[in-house]
């Protein structure tokens, strides 16, 4: 079966920086929806569109087919005194940005009385290359199509 708009993915994939530095090591399978559901980048959907079962490719992604460019509008500060207790760097905060769309923000500096928070992807800006290795191709079901997303082993439960 090849890789067309609903049909479920198993795959495992590597991927590494500019730099070579390893983000994922490809050991454990994942399962996507395939067709432009959002769950997975689509510079990988549109690399294994039409392939099969046992199909391997290496592709490199530009930060705009990857985790965006950087946005230096969502680098922000607040005063620590508004933040939740327990504020470390590394931790996130769930709020919204200028727009009022949902954002995740990344506590990146603690200086002084100020927290600086960066809402960008942690890998935006970045090009990023991933070893596919297409492992099972399936049709989905009506309920993956329903919810978007795959089921089972390798998807997501509910």
Do not use: C, W
Request: aromatic fraction near 6%; hydrophobic fraction near 35%.
């Amino acid at each position: 079966m090849n890789i067309t708009k609903d049909t479920v993915v198993t795959l495992t994939f590597r991927a590494s920086d500019a730099t070579g530095k390893l983000l994922e090591d490809g050991k454990t399978p994942r399962s996507y929806l395939h067709g432009g559901y959002g769950n997975t980048l689509a510079g990988i959907e549109n690399a294994l569109e039409g392939q099969e079962a046992g199909y391997q490719a290496t592709v490199k992604l530009a930060p705009a087919d990857a985790f965006g460019e950087r946005d230096e509008s969502l680098v922000t500060t607040m005063p620590k005194k508004e933040f939740p207790p327990g504020v470390k760097v590394g931790g996130q905060l769930e709020g919204h940005d200028e727009q009022g769309r949902h954002q995740v923000f990344t506590v990146v500096k603690i200086k002084g009385d100020t927290v600086h928070l960066d809402g960008n992807h942690p890998l935006a800006g970045q090009t990023l290359t991933f070893q596919l290795k297409v492992l099972d191709v399936k049709a989905a079901s009506a309920e993956e199509i329903a919810h978007g997303h795959a089921h089972g082993a390798h998807g997501h439960h509910h």
